[in-house]
């Protein structure tokens, strides 16, 4: 298994700011992963954070809205920048340990609100 | 496109009846199979998986979920529910050999339990 720890758990966000979002895992894992999951719906995947190079983005997300770090192969960090209300959702970070027949583990979640 | 369906937003049974949670997948080649749960206010949980062999998978808390390679299928079972299962249960799949090992998701598919 995999324990993640996922910071801030929460938080009430300005109009035009940015929050970083940190996960931290307890073992190495060679996959990461940054969902999105607003309100009443399903998780939509944003990105893989890929240890040492640029994320790759699904269709709908960019870079500049959503810039990601992976420095190791333990923790990542995602950020939402220049927030609108519409960003309001909850972000759950997801590793793999290995890239086939392992489950995804899912942190807790950060629930954003943006005023 | 690539995509992943939950044929039941909202289903609502009472106690000792029985479940099936359809989910089907759009594409072909080889996949991982997931069933997770989601309980008001927790995190994602895994609830089984097929990676290969016997198609008739056995999870936790007495679901079961049977792939059925030809129908692209990986429907969900309980034979008698409780209230304790009242949750969010979401299907997904990964496709192993490209999309990067990438989880995708099923809408969702919310579960009322009346006692």
């Known amino acids: 298994s995999a324990v993640i720890s996922q910071k801030p758990s929460r938080d009430i966000c300005q109009r035009g700011t940015s929050l970083t979002i940190q996960c931290q895992v307890d073992?190495?894992?060679?996959?990461m992963f940054w969902y999105r999951q607003q309100p009443g719906q399903s998780l939509t995947l944003i990105a893989t954070?890929?240890?040492?190079?640029?994320?790759?983005?699904e269709s709908g997300f960019v870079i500049d809205k959503f810039p990601i770090s992976r420095p190791n192969l333990t923790f990542s960090t995602l950020t939402v920048s220049n927030m609108s209300p519409e960003d309001s959702s909850i972000y759950l970070c997801?590793?793999?340990?290995?890239?086939?027949?392992?489950?995804?583990?899912f942190g807790q979640g950060t629930r954003l609100t943006v005023v | 496109a690539q995509s992943v369906s939950q044929h039941n937003h909202h289903v609502i049974l009472s106690e000792a009846a029985s479940l099936e949670l359809g989910c089907n997948y759009s594409?072909?080649?080889?996949?991982?199979l997931f069933w997770y749960v989601q309980y008001p206010g927790q995190h994602l949980q895994l609830l089984l998986k097929?990676?290969?062999?016997?198609?008739l998978v056995k999870g936790i808390k007495g679901f079961e979920a049977e792939f059925i390679k030809s129908k692209f299928s990986f429907n969900l079972r309980k034979p008698s529910v409780q209230w304790s299962d009242t949750a969010e249960y979401f299907c997904?799949?990964?496709?192993?050999?490209?999309?990067?090992?990438?989880?995708?998701f099923g809408q969702g598919t919310e579960l009322s339990v009346k006692p």
């Open positions: 594409y072909g080649g080889t996949v991982n």
């Open positions: 097929y990676f290969s062999g016997d198609p």
């Open positions: 997904a799949v990964k496709r192993l050999y490209n999309q990067g090992g990438k989880l995708i």
């Open positions: 073992s190495q894992v060679t996959m």
């Open positions: 954070a890929n240890q040492g190079s640029e994320a790759t983005y």
């Open positions: 997801s590793v793999m340990k290995t890239r086939q027949n392992t489950e995804a583990f």
